[in-house]
């Protein structure tokens, strides 16, 4: 995406730690934001927030679970900007608990907002983005969770598994968007706080947090990295460096399949 000044974002889970800090960092390349969330006041918070630092935004409530819900924000969105170049479907939830203990209400709740929630904002803004002619860019909150090492994050497995699909998603829509003019960016965060200094050793207990914890990185850092990565038309947006030695770590698992069963199988095919 190359033209950003005088043209609308919308930002789903704004009202958050890093949809806030995405929505002023749009703000600040001349974008007019429509910060949305299920809170309305976290939305109505955080468009305030960009209006007081020089920017445009409105809020809009919306709950990415529902559909219609999110054809309304779209339409929202069209009515106060005359239309939409960027979608950030950035609303996330976790619910923490031992794999055995994850109830199928706690999947469904996950899976509902984390995968259903980016097939809801596609769904609802494709059309109006492939209506306007190209230059224009989805960004799918994914995390490291979603390319990295499982292992490490056991008392997330709804939150992983849907991480997981949304880079899927994000790499079959990057490739059947390509020649339409619309980008497409998968972005996996690590481990991302308001304040790096304020972190205690308490706070590592889950071990993909500890991996991450001589590169934390605020959420103005992170939005740093998603405005490159959108201007940049980046497929994957990866904020946090320590990241590498994970995904190393986690194809190299894959690969050793591979190696089990060139050593243990005849050939096949």
């Known amino acids: 995406m190359k033209q950003f000044r005088d043209r609308c974002a919308v930002i789903t889970g704004g009202g958050g730690l890093l949809g806030r800090a995405m929505a002023l960092r749009f703000a600040r390349e001349g974008m007019k934001v429509v910060v949305s969330d299920s809170n309305a006041d976290s939305a109505t918070a955080a468009a305030a927030e960009v209006r007081a630092a020089g920017g445009e935004a409105i809020a809009i409530a919306a709950d990415v679970t529902s559909l219609d819900s999110m ?41 509902g907002v984390q995968l ?38 056991q008392l997330n497995a709804p939150y992983v598994t849907a991480k ?23 972005l996996c965060p690590g481990f991302t706080v308001q304040d790096p200094a304020a972190i205690t050793d308490a706070m590592y207990q889950m071990p993909s947090a500890a991996w991450y914890k001589h590169n934390l990185l605020n959420p103005a850092q992170v939005a740093e990295e998603v405005y490159h990565g959108v201007r940049e038309n980046r497929l994957f947006i990866f904020p946090h460096r320590a990241g590498r030695e994970e995904v190393v770590r986690h194809f190299e698992k894959i690969m050793a399949g591979f190696d089990q069963a060139e050593k243990t199988s005849p050939p096949l095919g």
């Open 71 to 111: 054809a309304a924000l779209a339409a929202g969105a069209v009515a106060a900007y005359g239309g939409v170049h960027l979608l950030c479907n950035n609303a996330g939830i976790a619910v923490l608990k031992p794999f055995a203990e994850q109830t199928p209400a706690d999947w469904q709740q996950v899976l």
């Open 164 to 186: 997981f699909a949304v880079v899927g998603l994000s790499e079959v829509m990057a490739a059947s968007m390509a020649d339409k003019g619309l980008g497409v960016s998968v």
């Open 116 to 153: 259903n929630g980016v097939l809801n904002g596609i769904h609802a803004f494709l059309p109006i983005l492939l209506a306007q002619g190209g230059d224009c860019h989805v960004v799918n909150t994914s995390s490291m969770s979603g390319v990295g090492l499982a292992e490490m994050r």
